[in-house]
């Protein structure tokens, strides 16, 4: 359940609403697969109609409205359930973490994660939640609310602050810490995820996350333009490669400016830099 009270009384009212058009209505459900990295604010059902509800607040980034626009029509296409948003006036946002927390809180994970995993687990998540927050706040979309930590995910990976691939590193992070707070087994991350996700917290305290339109931006401003950009497939290396003020091959480079990026990410930016400049090549010969 929502703890923001302006949010709470939407979503209630949004819940006797359906109620008494004869739904039954459920609140905080996970959605089922290939949807279940979802938390939904509530799910309304009545007889074979599903409706997923959810409450933002009434000022939506244009990020979020196209990410739930996107969602939306995926549910209809997919299996016919329809999106519904209802909105609030959000009250006083949560206080903005400090940076000097969330450095200290990854340095203490660090410290003391060979003698107690599930205690590195469980900081570790704090500088997380910490560096999202932070993020979010940069960007103008914080959260009008503390929320659990899926649905937390959930917001600024649809608020664009977070790549559905680093948003799926953090839910496998949020559930090992949700399962050792209520006294159950977790697998603390691996070494090398553990890593990944101390960086992450530094670097966006740092001002150095980047996602993924930010790769893209980053490599089109420095080594192509629309006025020179080509691509040339380079059979030694079997990728391509731009030309003009390169040759630059797209996965280097990147690599080379986000040494931090997951390789997933680095991956989508690369197709989409070489449909780009595909698209401009197309257009320079026409």
């Not at 992070?173 to 890593?195: N, V």
């Not at 449909?275 to 010969?285: P, S």
């Amino acid at each position: 359940m929502t703890t923001n009270t302006a949010a709470r009384r939407a979503l209630l009212s949004a819940r006797r609403k359906y109620e008494a058009d004869g739904y039954v209505v459920s609140l905080d459900e996970q959605l089922p697969k290939p949807y279940d990295g979802f938390v939904a604010n509530a799910v309304a059902r009545r007889n074979d109609e599903f409706v997923i509800v959810e409450v933002r607040p009434t000022q939506l980034s244009s990020d979020s409205r196209d990410r739930l626009a996107k969602l939306s029509q995926i549910l209809r296409d997919d299996c016919s359930w329809r999106l519904d948003i209802f909105t609030y006036v959000p009250e006083e946002l949560p206080t903005v973490p400090d940076p000097d927390d969330i450095n200290r809180r990854v340095q203490e994970a660090r410290q003391i994660a060979g003698e107690s995993p599930d205690g590195a687990t469980q900081l570790l998540w704090s500088a997380i939640e910490g560096a999202l927050l932070w993020l979010a706040n940069k960007r103008d979309v914080a959260p009008a609310r503390l929320m659990p930590a899926l649905n937390l995910i959930q917001q600024v990976t649809m608020e664009g602050v977070l790549s559905d691939n680093q948003a799926a590193e953090f839910k496998v992070l949020a559930r090992a810490r949700d399962a050792i707070a209520h006294g159950m087994r977790a697998d603390p991350p691996s070494a090398g995820q553990f890593d990944w996700l101390c960086r992450f917290a530094l670097d966006a305290v740092e001002g150095k996350h980047a996602d993924l339109h930010d790769m893209v931006v980053w490599f089109t401003a420095h080594h192509a333009t629309p006025d020179n950009a080509a691509l040339a497939y380079d059979t030694s290396d079997e990728q391509y490669v731009w030309l003009g003020s390169g040759p630059h091959h797209a996965e280097h480079v990147l690599w080379q400016q986000f040494e931090n990026a997951l390789e997933a990410d680095i991956a989508e930016a690369v197709r989409t830099i070489e449909k780009d400049g595909t698209e401009w090549a197309r257009l320079d010969q026409l």
